[in-house]
């Protein structure tokens, strides 16, 4: 098969090329330049910027496979930075990592390897594809302490058949890493690359401050009656469910409070007892790698990357939003996922709107 291989630069992407290429098949590397900030551009465990374009020409060499690098910085800025600035301008929590997905690297890149005639598309995330009875299914890493399969669930059914995801198989990362030396890699002891790839310095609020400068004005912190606690720098500092860095005083024999919900109209970070929470969430944006449900499904969900599984019924709504009756309270962050699980395998998500209501639990 010919395959189009997305190389980050990265260890992971480095050994599906070279693992491909092992077994025969037409590997094209294409290497997307997203960004160039200068010291992110030179940092180690960067991604898409500066060395890691190197990174990914020294591997395509070592291998024999032709290379190619796209500009993208313009559809990265207009499709994840701004989206992402203002998200938090909006009171919500973004998760930039699943917009680069859906529209970069599984939008218009499938579109290019498809017009080079590509067969597939070939990405070092840690998931698997597996065929089932209705076409392909999204399933999660072999890994658990590996997978990704929550940074997927906006991949289209279209988009999952033509994807290849070779890492999601692999017991762990040493394993991967050990290929990489196998193969002769210089990458194979490269960090890994960390959550934002954007953030040169390590401080989403930098980024922004540059693109939504109100996000970053200082307002109040106040409680469910509106009482006024104390003062904070910035809602986009926050996000739903945060108990540090509040700066409030403690209370004898009372738990710090959390975030409970943002208000970027007022500037006011509302806080509350740890165990507010909402039994109910709507979703926009849904995407379903399964038939979508005539009626309420019972799955499991994870409404954050490192949140534990929770038992709801899913409901669809028209116009590509679901309603989600969570079996116990919580307190989700809008503008982060919910995905929607059935054992191992994905069978969608959205992104969370804010709660129509509060409660705590009890009361």
């Known amino acids: 098969m010919r395959i189009v291989v997305a190389m980050s630069g990265g260890v992971d992407s480095s050994v599906v090329a070279g693992l491909l ?20 551009a030179k940092r180690k465990g960067a991604c898409c910027a500066g060395e890691d374009i190197h990174d990914a020409k020294r591997v395509a060499d070592r291998i024999g496979i032709a290379h190619y690098v796209i500009d993208a910085e313009a559809r990265f800025r207009a499709a994840v930075m701004e989206d992402f600035a203002a998200s938090y301008a909006a009171g919500e929590t ?19 390897a498809r017009d080079l005639g590509a067969e597939a598309m070939a990405t070092g995330h840690y998931v698997r594809r597996i065929e089932g009875p209705n076409g392909a299914e999204l ?3 072999v890994d658990p302490a590996r997978d990704q399969s929550w940074f997927l669930f906006a991949t289209t059914r279209e988009q999952l058949a033509f994807s290849r995801f070779p890492l999601g ?23 890994d690359s960390q959550d934002i790839c954007f953030v040169p310095q390590g401080s989403y609020a930098d980024v922004v401050a540059r693109l939504r400068p109100e996000a970053m004005e200082a307002g109040d912190i106040v409680d469910a009656k509106g009482r006024v606690l104390g003062q904070h720098e910035g809602i986009a500092r926050y996000t739903v469910g945060q108990a540090k860095r509040l700066g409030l005083p403690k209370r ?21 007892p740890r165990h507010a929470g909402v039994s109910t969430v709507r979703l926009r944006e849904v995407n379903w790698l399964a038939d979508v449900p005539v009626e309420g499904l019972r799955l499991s969900v994870k409404m954050r990357a490192r949140a534990e599984l929770a038992g709801a019924l899913v409901r669809p709504l028209p116009g590509g939003a679901a309603e989600v009756l969570l079996d116990e309270p919580a307190l989700p962050a809008p503008g982060q996922g919910c995905v929607f699980y059935q054992g ?14 509060l409660r705590a639990v009890g009361t």
């Open 21 to 40: 290429a092992e077994q025969g098949h037409e590997v094209i590397g294409v290497t997307l330049q997203l960004y160039d900030h200068g010291a992110a």
């Open 94 to 112: 973004p998760v930039p990592c699943v917009r680069c997905n859906q529209s970069v690297k599984f939008g218009d890149l499938i579109a290019m």
């Open 139 to 141: 399933h999660r890493a």
């Open 169 to 191: 198989d692999m017991p762990d990362k040493a394993a991967v890493r050990a290929e990489a030396a196998r193969l002769g890699m210089q990458v194979a002891v490269k960090p």
């Open 252 to 272: 004898d024999g009372e738990m710090a409070p959390v975030v409970t919900q943002l208000d970027p109209g007022r500037r006011r970070v509302i806080v509350g």
């Open 344 to 357: 191992d395998r994905v069978l969608g998500g959205g992104f969370i709107e804010r709660p129509v209501e």
